[in-house]
């Protein structure tokens, strides 16, 4: 229990310092107890980079954020071999991905190849250059954030890349009561006066709350409603005829995990010892959206991915 109620200070303290994305914050943390990564999308000045940036001060752990921008290269985020003339070898110089937390702002302005070589990372967790392999830390979570509002001079994550990220969240703008909430706080840190985080959560405190999520207990049933919304996916005409017009292509396999995981997650950060419907159906929209090719003639007639997986969940029944 000391893992949760760590936890539990935590996400309280962040929604004090992060106003108005209650949503956002809860997603953080699911994807830090599932070992996954974070696509956030959403217009400037949101909160986007100071939200994992104050996370990274309450863990034990070190951020770094990388700027994405055209000219970036492959080595400039995963790192490269220096000459050493007075040692007369090569020697490995890490890059910016080799710390716990990474935020990639705008990650699609960046070109294929970089974007490539930070995805490969995040799923291998590891870094290949020339003969040598160079494990990530343990702890290792990506943030990337993406501007909806620029298309100009932006390079577009293809669906397969798109799939390496445990969920993508959509950022909107605060409330009018938390707009005046923030106008509070950055006075007071003008001022100074920030509250000051809870005492430091350590990585092993951190990874004995992923094995208390692991050990949640899933009922068949539950399980089986996940296998069947991915299917569903899959294979629409089983499940409604509106779906089969609407999807082109379902989700992998690796949705059906991240479903499983972030349900746990979620479950364990409400304090409960076991997954509901509830949990897999609060956090289907994050999975899925993604994930999910929709068809000419949807996108013609102006469905939405979050239209389709609210059919998605309409559909399948919970066995």
Same mark, same amino acid.
């Given at each position: 229990m000391q893992a949760h109620d760590a936890l539990h200070t935590l996400n309280h303290w962040l929604n004090q310092q992060i106003v108005g994305q209650e949503h956002l914050v809860q997603r953080m943390l699911i994807a830090l107890l599932a070992d996954g990564h974070l696509l956030v999308e959403g217009a400037p000045g949101l909160a986007k980079t100071k939200a994992i940036k104050t996370l990274s001060d309450a863990i034990e752990g070190n951020f770094q954020r990388i700027q994405f921008?055209?000219?970036?290269?492959?080595?400039? @985020?995963?790192?490269?071999?220096?000459?050493?003339p007075e040692q007369g070898r090569f020697e490995f110089q890490p890059g910016p991905i080799f710390h716990n937390l990474v935020l990639s702002d705008e990650i699609n302005r960046a070109p294929a190849k970089v974007q490539s070589a930070l995805l490969e990372a995040m799923a291998e967790r590891q870094v290949s250059v020339g003969s040598t392999t160079y494990p990530l830390p343990d702890l290792f979570m990506?943030?990337?954030?993406q501007n909806p509002i620029e298309q100009e001079g932006t390079y577009p994550l293809p669906e397969a890349q798109l799939d390496r990220f445990l969920m993508q969240v959509l950022v909107d703008y605060p409330n009018i009561e938390a707009e005046r909430k923030i106008l509070k706080l950055a006075r007071?840190? *003008?001022?100074?006066? /920030?509250?000051?985080?809870?005492?430091?959560?350590?990585?092993?405190?951190?990874?004995e709350g992923r094995q208390a999520v692991l050990a949640?207990?899933?009922?068949?049933? @539950?399980?089986?409603y996940i296998v069947q919304l991915i299917n569903a996916s899959r294979r629409p005409g089983d499940y409604d005829?509106?779906?089969?017009?609407w999807l082109e292509y379902g989700a992998s396999p690796r949705a059906t995990? *991240?479903?499983?995981?972030?349900?746990?997650a979620?479950?364990?950060?409400?304090?409960?010892?076991? @997954?509901?419907?509830d949990d897999v159906r609060a956090i289907a929209h994050d999975v899925l959206?993604?994930? !999910?090719? !929709?068809?000419? /003639?949807a996108e013609a007639t102006g469905i939405s991915r979050e239209q389709v997986i609210d059919r998605l969940l309409d559909v399948v029944p919970v066995a």
């Amino acid at each position: 229990m000391q893992a949760h109620d760590a936890l539990h200070t935590l996400n309280h303290w962040l929604n004090q310092q992060i106003v108005g994305q209650e949503h956002l914050v809860q997603r953080m943390l699911i994807a830090l107890l599932a070992d996954g990564h974070l696509l956030v999308e959403g217009a400037p000045g949101l909160a986007k980079t100071k939200a994992i940036k104050t996370l990274s001060d309450a863990i034990e752990g070190n951020f770094q954020r990388i700027q994405f921008t055209p000219d970036l290269l492959p080595s400039d @985020v995963t790192g490269t071999d220096i000459y050493r003339p007075e040692q007369g070898r090569f020697e490995f110089q890490p890059g910016p991905i080799f710390h716990n937390l990474v935020l990639s702002d705008e990650i699609n302005r960046a070109p294929a190849k970089v974007q490539s070589a930070l995805l490969e990372a995040m799923a291998e967790r590891q870094v290949s250059v020339g003969s040598t392999t160079y494990p990530l830390p343990d702890l290792f979570m990506v943030m990337a954030t993406q501007n909806p509002i620029e298309q100009e001079g932006t390079y577009p994550l293809p669906e397969a890349q798109l799939d390496r990220f445990l969920m993508q969240v959509l950022v909107d703008y605060p409330n009018i009561e938390a707009e005046r909430k923030i106008l509070k706080l950055a006075r007071a840190e *003008a001022a100074h006066q /920030e509250t000051p985080p809870p005492a430091e959560i350590s990585q092993s405190l951190l990874f004995e709350g992923r094995q208390a999520v692991l050990a949640i207990h899933m009922a068949e049933p @539950v399980e089986e409603y996940i296998v069947q919304l991915i299917n569903a996916s899959r294979r629409p005409g089983d499940y409604d005829p509106d779906l089969v017009n609407w999807l082109e292509y379902g989700a992998s396999p690796r949705a059906t995990i *991240a479903l499983d995981r972030c349900a746990r997650a979620h479950a364990w950060l409400e304090g409960r010892d076991y @997954v509901s419907p509830d949990d897999v159906r609060a956090i289907a929209h994050d999975v899925l959206r993604h994930r !999910l090719i !929709l068809s000419f /003639e949807a996108e013609a007639t102006g469905i939405s991915r979050e239209q389709v997986i609210d059919r998605l969940l309409d559909v399948v029944p919970v066995a």
